[in-house]
């Protein structure tokens, strides 16, 4: 069972250790001075395992929603821009799962990603709090492309649950499990690295965007690729099927499971300047070895998409 616990709105948690969700006793974690809680040594304070078996319940449920909905005809709507999609299938599975949620767990707060772009306040407090993409690769599931979508549920105390592949049957397990191993490759020039494009396509997005990729495969790397999804994209960064990731203008929902599932298989997750992951930037660089991510951090120019909790359409 994974545990991870963050006493303020930054994520930063440089080690996650495996609990047996006792609890165990309080421990005041330690201010580092500059109002970042510098979580060294994690804590459970209470016991969540029953979290974990409803929530895999729910993905599972959910997942069988999007399986069957991805053979449909799709109402099809757009939301920050005409390229960032949502489909009555996004709706209907997040409202599955905040309703469920919601009944069992009446004091916990919810981050989903389509109440967001209803209104509702993306905001990280110090409540159990769960983070919720219902479709993550929207686009491909509109499309019905190679399948590469996932739902992703995560859970404050950033207890990875169940990521189901929904079409290939691929199935990240909550945190224990097998574990997945990220590559420990160092060399750029061997490495494959996964990005995303994100919602904007103004001009000159686009022209820093390509440069970016261009700095990457000049490197020269083995690849870049696009897969459509952040999340699924990440995922395979835990699964040592690539070297590194990197993008601007994904959202906390996209970043908040995956982040967990590469730290667990000794990968390494940060912001796009090097220093540490805040889940609500809006970017990240995430790789199996710092070498690879400081080679990528240090060929990137930003791309400013703003904050989850702070611009509510999301693009600066
Ligand atoms: O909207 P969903 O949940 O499909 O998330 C995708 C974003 O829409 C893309 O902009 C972004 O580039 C990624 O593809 C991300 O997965
Ligand atoms: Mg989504
Ligand atoms: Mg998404």
């Known amino acids: 069972m994974l545990y991870g616990s963050r006493r303020r709105d930054r994520f930063e948690c440089s080690e996650v250790i495996d609990v047996s ?41 959910a997942g069988q929603v999007v399986q069957s909905a991805v053979k449909q005809e799709k109402q099809v709507s ?62 491909n599931f509109v499309h019905r492309y190679r399948n590469h979508h996932i739902l992703c549920l995560n859970h404050r105390v950033n207890m990875f649950l169940s990521s189901q592949h929904t079409i290939l049957h691929f199935q990240f397990p909550h945190g224990g499990g097998e574990h997945r191993i990220c590559c420990k490759e160092r060399d750029v020039s061997k490495a494959l690295i996964l990005t995303e494009i994100g919602a904007k ?18 490197a020269p790397t083995h690849g870049v690729r696009i897969i459509g999804s952040s999340t699924l994209a990440l995922c395979h960064i835990a699964s040592g099927a690539a070297e590194a990731y990197y993008q601007y203008g994904l959202h906390c929902w996209d970043i908040a499971a995956a982040a967990v599932i590469i730290r667990e298989a000794g990968g390494c997750v940060m912001d796009t300047t090097g220093g540490p992951l805040d889940l609500m930037s809006r970017r990240v660089v995430a790789a199996g070895t710092r070498e690879i991510a400081d080679y990528v951090v240090k060929q990137l120019q930003p791309i400013n998409y703003g904050r989850d909790d702070t611009d509510p359409d999301g693009l600066a």
């Open 78 to 139: 757009s939301k920050s821009t005409p390229t960032d999609l949502v489909t009555e299938a996004d709706h209907q599975v997040e409202e599955l799962i905040i309703s469920t949620l919601r009944d069992k767990y009446p004091s916990h707060r919810f981050i989903g990603e389509e109440s967001s772009a209803a209104g509702v306040k993306c905001e990280l407090t110090d409540a159990p709090t769960w983070i919720i993409d219902p479709i993550d690769g929207t686009c």
């Open 201 to 218: 396509r103004d001009p000159a997005t686009l022209d820093i965007f390509l440069g970016n990729m261009k700095k990457l495969l000049s």
């Open 21 to 61: 969700c006792r609890p165990l006793p309080v421990n005041t974690l330690h201010q580092d001075g500059t109002g970042r809680f510098p979580v060294t040594r994690l804590f459970v304070m209470e016991d969540w395992s029953d979290c974990l078996d409803v929530a895999v319940q729910i993905a599972r449920r």
